[in-house]
Antibody, heavy 115, light 107 residues
Framework: EVKLLESGGGLVQPGGSLRLSCAAS????????MSWIRQPPGKAPEWLGVIRNKANGYTTEYNPSVKGRFTISRDNTQNILYLQMNTLRAEDTAIYYCGNSFDYWGQGVMVTVSS | DIQMTQSPSSMSASLGDRVTITCQAS??????LIWFQQKPGKSPRPMIY???NLANGVPSRFSGSRSGSDYSLTISSLESEDMADYHCLQYKQYPLTFGSGTKLEIK
């Protein structure tokens, strides 16, 4: 059974940083592209970025809206996906989801940016 | 970036009704589109892949179609469990882009 479990969310001040983790199980982690999306309360999701699989060199793509502030990485020995978020703004407040290609998504973790 | 214009933003329909939701792509995306269903407090669930292919476990009353740059999700006979938000996502080109969503309510 595929499981994706996000953690690391919470309240952070504007300008601060946060690192989200996504623990993956139930599939061969290195075979899959892994993505992050976010969803502000009551709004549509926004795609943030992807890290490709082993066959594609674990390269990354980002939404221009977060490029340079957010970094996606993966620990392929522990099957963990990361989202490092820097210089956070109020508009980054959202539920953040990690995903296995498009098939499976975690339950999400809330990030609130506020003073 | 490819813009996905989704309509309607919300709708109310009766049980048994035929319901159609549409996303219009600003550029050619081939059939590289997914439809998601999202219920309150839950993560998105893929319903339709590659514009017309039903995902595993999705009831056959759901279907996807394409006409030019318009992509549609149709529920042939609405059931109460279909009350949810629906989102389209194009994956033809980075950055991937979602439609603005449709909130489907039951009358």
């Amino acid at each position: 059974e595929v499981k994706l479990l996000e953690s690391g969310g919470g309240l952070v001040q504007p300008g601060g940083s946060l690192r989200l983790s996504c623990a993956a199980s139930g599939f061969t982690f290195t075979d899959f592209y892994m993505s992050w999306i976010r969803q502000p309360p009551g709004k549509a999701p926004e795609w943030l970025g992807v890290i490709r699989n082993k066959a594609n060199g674990y390269t990354t793509e980002y939404n221009p809206s977060v490029k340079g502030r957010f970094t996606i990485s993966r620990d392929n020995t522990q099957n963990i996906l990361y989202l490092q978020m820097n210089t956070l703004r109020a508009e980054d407040t959202a539920i953040y989801y990690c995903g296995n290609s498009f098939d499976y998504w975690g339950q999400g973790v809330m990030v609130t940016v506020s003073s | 970036d490819i813009q996905m214009t989704q309509s309607p933003s919300s709708m109310s329909a009766s049980l048994g009704d035929r319901v159609t939701i549409t996303c219009q792509a600003s550029q050619d995306i081939g059939n590289n589109l997914i439809w998601f269903q999202q219920k309150p407090g839950k993560s998105p669930r893929p319903m339709i892949y590659y514009a017309t292919n039903l995902a595993n476990g999705v009831p056959s009353r759901f279907s996807g179609s394409r006409s030019g740059s318009d992509y549609s999700l149709t529920i042939s006979s609405l059931e109460s469990e279909d009350m949810a938000d629906y989102h389209c996502l194009q994956y033809k080109q980075y950055p991937l882009t979602f439609g603005s969503g449709t909130k489907l309510e039951i009358k």
